[in-house]
Every structure is written in C-alpha cells, then in structure tokens.
C-alpha cells in the first residue's frame, strides 16, 4: 500500500468510524480527505506524503509550545524509564497539581483526569453533591465535552456537523441542563447548582465575553448560592498563566483545565477551594475516579509545559498574534472579502464574510458567519498553500510558542491569494 493521505483515509475508514477518533478532524464540513499526519515539529506538522504545513490546529489548544518541544521529549524519556503506570499515588502528579496552584489565584486543590470531558463532568457532579440541587446553566455555543448532560447546544464539532445535541442522549441526561444564551446574564433560582461558561468562548470561533459579563454571572450565582465553573480547557495557562481569572479578575468557585496542561499528553483537571473539594471521594460523598488519572507520562509532559512557559512568553505571544490578526485581516480584505479575526489575549478567532459585519456576541451571530460557505474554500486554498488551519469554521486560528515572525508572515502572504481565489469562487 503506497503511503498517501487517500490510501490512509480509506484504510482508517474501514477501521475507525468515519476514519477519525474525533469528529472535528473529519473534514465533513470542508469537503475532501485529510492529511494524515506522521509527526510534528514546533509550529509544522508533516503528512505521509512528506508535505509540511505549518500548524494553525496545534492539536486544538493541546500544544502551547508547539509539537515535539526538545525539553517535553526529555522530560518524557526519563519519565518513561520509572514506569507508566502504578494505580497508586506518584510524585509527578503532586508536582503538576502544586505547579497548577501556584499559577491560579484561589485554586487550592485539584484532582487530575485524563480528558477535558471528565474534568467537567466531573466539576458538574461535584457542584451538584456540593449544593445538593440538581440545574444547571450552559450558554448556547459553548463546549464542554460531550458527557451526556453538557451535549446539548455545544459547538466545536456539534455545531461543525449541524447537530442539535446528540443521539444517544436521552432527555432525562439533559433534563436539568439549562441553556442561556452566551454574553447574557440568566435569572437564577435555588434550584441551580452551577453556572458553567467558557470564560473566552472558544468553540463557536472565537466570541469574547462583554465587558461585566463575567463578574455579572459571579453576583447572580453569588445571589442564589449557585457555583460559578470556568471552563478554562482552551484558556487556562495560555491566556494568562492564570487563565482568565486572571483576565478578567472574577474568581469562579470551580476551574476546568485541558489540554495546555497535558504538554500534548491526556490530562484534565479540576479544582477548586478547600471546602468544596472536601465532598469528593474518599473524604466526601461525590464518587470520582480514574485507573489512568494523574498518569506519570502525562504530569511529567504537563508540568514540563507550565514551567517553561512564563508570564513573558504569553505576552510576547499576545503582541505577535496581534499584529498577525490584523495583517491576517488586511490580506483578506484586499480580496474584496471582509474578514473579522477577533483577539483575546493570544486567542484568535477567524471569520470570513461578503460583507462588513460586526464581532459577534453570541452563538446564534457567530452561527451566521460560519455557515456563510467562504470558510470551505478558504480553508482549502490555504491548506494547498501549506497553511493548516482547523477543518472547520467554528474552531480558533491556535498559534503557538513555536511560531516564528516568518511562519507568520508566510500564513500572511498565503491568505492574499487564498482569499483572492476565494472570493472569486464564493462570487461566481
Ligand atoms: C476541548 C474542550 C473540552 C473537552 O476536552 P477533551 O479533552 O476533548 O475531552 C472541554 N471544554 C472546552 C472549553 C474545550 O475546548
């Protein structure tokens, strides 16, 4: 079998269903057939076929440093002679939770898993067993993995494919899911026990939160004794190092992590204060656990991440990825499209449109842009021009530590001529 992105695809196709682990690396929504990726290096990823790209996908926030970081791999050999696993407690796993700590304000304990899914289901039972209420509140477009009672209204790859929730979720799973639209302040009651909000919404393209959003939700959670959860799996130590808390200075009561904290290996987590860690098992009654959780491979990779990356390298990032949205907006604006590529911190979202329009707000504007049709074809000019971008209009434009002036300005240059091709087949 000769080695080709297409003799791949069909031989996973008849293995794995839709021949992808996970819905969003399909290119469903684009139209075609992967790149099948044979390994990675800083900002580039290299496909069977040899042909590199330089990386805008970045495993979906999951590498901050880029892919196969020199001090990463290091960390890993080592790791990797001690063993990988024990079912009994290690030191990399102390190591990583006190690294977390010392990073976010307020954040006292934590207990570590090994996806961003499990993390918030996790934070949902507990906030649940915490207050002993049953509601919660999810806002329209925002992602939080897809345990059965968070599927519902998501984005990332629920909205990329055009479904509601999910079959296979029954309506007794998200009875007492309640959902409100994102950057509007919902009414609570005694009945809920948390309000659960990407502090940045990062699934639905990228939509900010309206100044006072955020500390608005504190005070109506603080109103009605409902927990406050950040879902920070996208923001947590790349916004800041202490994700948006630090941010935008509102304290949740929980915090999610993901992906950054990982260093490209499975690991979630979550935490919280002291007090309402207390209720989870052994000491409280919330039953939580995991044979793989807080895996020696995975700390070791993760807490590699949080102390190489500092306060600095963020900032330094934040700067490069604004001078890239705007060139990145004025290269496409000169092809007669309009192009809206919204920060926040070193976040960057991208949105492709016929008209001037304005960021949106919520998921129902986001939605607007992203089912437009431009995104398709630009996404597929950029790619033949080796510029990955994710495969699919709802996902952010991730730009790593590993990304240089020059890959920037090469991504620059190539969206010129992607978005004057574009243009012209989006007008023809
Ligand atoms: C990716 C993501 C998750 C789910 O994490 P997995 O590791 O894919 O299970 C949850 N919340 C947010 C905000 C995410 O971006």
Not at 155 to 180: C, H, K, N, R
Not at 238 to 248: F, K, N, P, V
Not at 285 to 296: F, M, R
Request: with cysteine; net charge negative.
């Amino acid at each position: 079998m000769s080695d080709t992105n297409q003799a791949w695809f069909e031989r996973a196709l008849r293995v794995i269903p839709g021949g992808v682990d996970s819905p969003v690396r399909s290119f469903r929504s684009v139209g075609g057939t992967p790149y099948t990726v044979r390994s990675g290096q800083g900002a580039y990823v290299t496909d069977v076929e040899g042909t590199s790209y330089i990386d805008y996908v970045q495993s979906y926030g999951a590498s901050l440093l880029g892919h196969a970081h020199p001090d990463v791999l290091r960390t890993l050999r080592s790791a990797l002679e001690l063993g990988t696993t024990f079912g009994a407690p290690t030191p990399g796993e102390v190591l990583l939770c006190e690294a977390m700590i010392e990073r976010v304000a307020g954040l006292e304990q934590v207990r570590l898993v090994s996806s961003g899914t499990e993390a918030v289901m996790s934070a949902v039972r507990l906030a649940r067993g915490y207050t002993k209420r049953d509601k919660i509140v999810k806002f329209d477009g925002c992602y939080h993995g897809h345990s059965d009672a968070l599927l519902v209204a998501g984005g990332s790859g629920v909205a990329q494919l055009g479904l509601p929730g999910s079959a296979g979720v029954t309506a007794g799973a998200v009875g007492d899911t309640i959902v409100a639209p994102y950057n509007e302040v919902p009414t609570l009651d005694d009945t809920v026990a948390a309000v659960l909000v990407e502090p940045v919404a990062a699934n639905m393209n990228l939509v900010a939160p309206l100044d006072g959003f955020l500390a608005a939700l504190r005070a109506e959670c603080d109103r009605v004794g409902a927990l406050l959860i950040f879902d920070e799996v996208i923001t947590g130590f790349r916004l800041r190092l202490g994700g948006a808390e630090e941010y935008y200075s509102v304290t949740p009561d929980l915090w999610c992590f993901g992906k950054v904290i990982g260093g490209g290996l499975p690991v979630g987590a979550f935490g919280g204060s002291k007090k309402i860690l207390a209720s989870l098992a052994p000491e409280g009654p919330v039953y939580q656990a995991g044979t793989l959780s807080g895996n020696p491979l995975a700390t070791a990779a993760g807490r590699c991440v949080l102390e190489l990356v500092s306060p600095r390298d963020l900032d330094v990032l934040t700067a490069s990825v604004a001078v890239f949205a705007d060139e990145l907006r004025d290269a496409i604006g000169a092809s007669g499209l309009f192009a809206l590529t919204p920060t926040v911190g070193p976040l960057m979202g991208l949105f492709l449109s016929r008209e001037e329009c304005c960021a949106p707000r919520n998921f129902h504007e986001a939605k607007a842009l992203c089912e437009n049709g431009l995104y398709k074809a630009f996404f597929h000019e950029m790619l033949e021009r080796g510029i990955a971008l994710a495969p699919g209009a709802y996902e952010i434009v991730f730009t790593s530590l590993a990304h240089s002036r020059d890959d920037l300005a090469t991504t620059v240059a190539c969206a010129l001529e992607a978005a004057a091709v574009t243009a012209k087949v989006a007008t023809s």
